[in-house]
Every structure is written in C-alpha cells, then in structure tokens.
C-alpha cells in the first residue's frame, strides 16, 4: 500500500522539551515538505527538502529542525524554541515530474502542550 | 510575499445546490493550480488542478476555472451531496521554479445539508 505515513497520530509536549515527528513515504518521491495547519488558516511551509541531505527552510522554520537523511524519511522536530507549537502538522511528497507539482499527504500529527 | 486569498471562508448549501469557490493569487509567474479537500481530523487530497495553459477542467460533477488575467480561479461542484462537506483548499505554485512549493488559501468549510 503505496502512501505518506506519519506518526504519531497524537503528541504532547511538556515546556522545554524537543519532540519530533515521523514522516515516512514509499512512493519513491524525491521531494517532501512539512506543513503547519492551524485552525481556520491555511497550510504554512515549515520545512522542505528536494533531494536527500539537502533542506530549505519555508515561511515559518524558526523553532523547528529536519533532517532528511534517506530519501524516504523527513523527520521534523518541534524544539523548546518553538514557543507556540500546538497545531496539526502535515507532511506532503511530490514526484519531480517537471510541470505538475501534485503534493500527496500524510494523515497529520496532532501536537498539543501539557 | 505572494499570497493566495480564497473567498468564502464558510458556505453552507442544501444537498443538490451548486457551491462555488474563489480564489485570487498574487504571483504572476505561478503555473499549476491544485485544490484539495480535506476532511476533520486527515490530510488533505487532491481533487483537481490546472494548468495555465487551460481554461477549464471537468472531473464529473467537480470543475475548475481560471482566468489567468485576473489572477483568479474557482471550484464549482455541482449536485452537492452530504459527503461534500469538508474543508477545500485552493493553491498556486510559487513561481515556475522547480521547488514545487505550493501557495495555499486559507481554506473553506463547505456544509452540504441535508
């Protein structure tokens, strides 16, 4: 079953306190992207990565860190920076097919704070 | 920054009306035009996009519209049905770049009653 697996599906996070959320794809997607959703806003890009080992920032990085050290793995990690961190996260894949930039998304992750 | 304004942030129908959506973008460069429907507590899936190069695309009771010298382009569904209901979201690719970063609206919340 092809698709974007994210986990867990619910987090919480104590004051202080890094946690980072899974982001797996097997649809041997080169590019992923990590969004931030909070309610009644749109999708804001967090994160993105187009190739293994390389990453860019998105509109809205600070307080958060990724690694994307396989080509199917985009781990996101929500640091104590991140003052304000309690929203639903989604991570996206896009084939690099040239002109169409069809994202496919995981099911999200639920972060709130204790 | 270029931004994607999308209009109305709620709607409400009887089942078997029409709904239509708008949105506007700022990005004169943008190219692909997805919308995506995202219902409680999932990721968002695509339902239908655009290219600049069309006018009009058609996915049987779902279609797009854009007007590229406006700026604009709108989800029609028509013969709405409960199953409907759901967040929508429009988006626009950030310029012709290859990063394949999408623009997203701030979402509408569709009702279809019964």
């Known amino acids: 079953d092809g698709g974007i697996t994210q986990s867990p599906k619910y987090l919480f996070r104590k004051e202080g306190q890094n946690v980072t959320l899974s982001c797996e794809q097997n649809?041997?997607?080169?590019?992923m992207y990590w969004y931030r959703q909070d309610p009644g806003q749109g999708l804001r890009l967090i994160y993105y990565s187009q190739i293994v080992n390389d990453f860019q920032k998105g509109d809205i990085a600070e307080g958060y860190s990724v690694s994307r050290e396989k080509k199917e793995s985009f781990p996101l990690t929500v640091t104590s920076a991140q003052k304000n961190p309690t929203a639903f996260y989604l991570c996206?894949?896009?084939?690099?097919?040239?002109?169409?930039?069809?994202?496919?998304f995981g099911a999200g992750t639920r972060l709130s704070v204790l | 920054g270029e931004n994607v304004e999308q209009h109305p942030s709620t709607l409400s129908v009887q089942e078997g009306d029409s709904a239509v959506i708008k949105c506007t973008y700022s990005?004169?460069?943008?190219?692909?035009f997805p919308w995506y429907k995202q219902e409680l507590g999932k990721g968002p899936q695509l339902i239908i996009d655009i290219r600049s190069n069309v006018g009009e695309k058609k996915d049987q009771r779902i279609a797009v519209t854009l007007n590229k010298t406006a700026k604009h382009f709108s989800l029609h569904i028509t013969e709405t049905q409960p199953e409907d209901s759901a967040v929508y979201f429009c988006?626009?690719?950030?310029?012709?770049?290859?990063?394949?970063?999408?623009?997203f609206g701030q979402g509408t919340t569709l009702q279809v009653k019964p």
């Open positions: 996206a894949s896009r084939a690099s097919d040239g002109f169409k930039n069809i994202q496919y």
């Open positions: 988006a626009a690719s950030l310029g012709s770049s290859n990063t394949g970063k999408l623009i």
């Open positions: 990005d004169s460069a943008s190219n692909y």
């Open positions: 649809l041997n997607h080169d590019a």
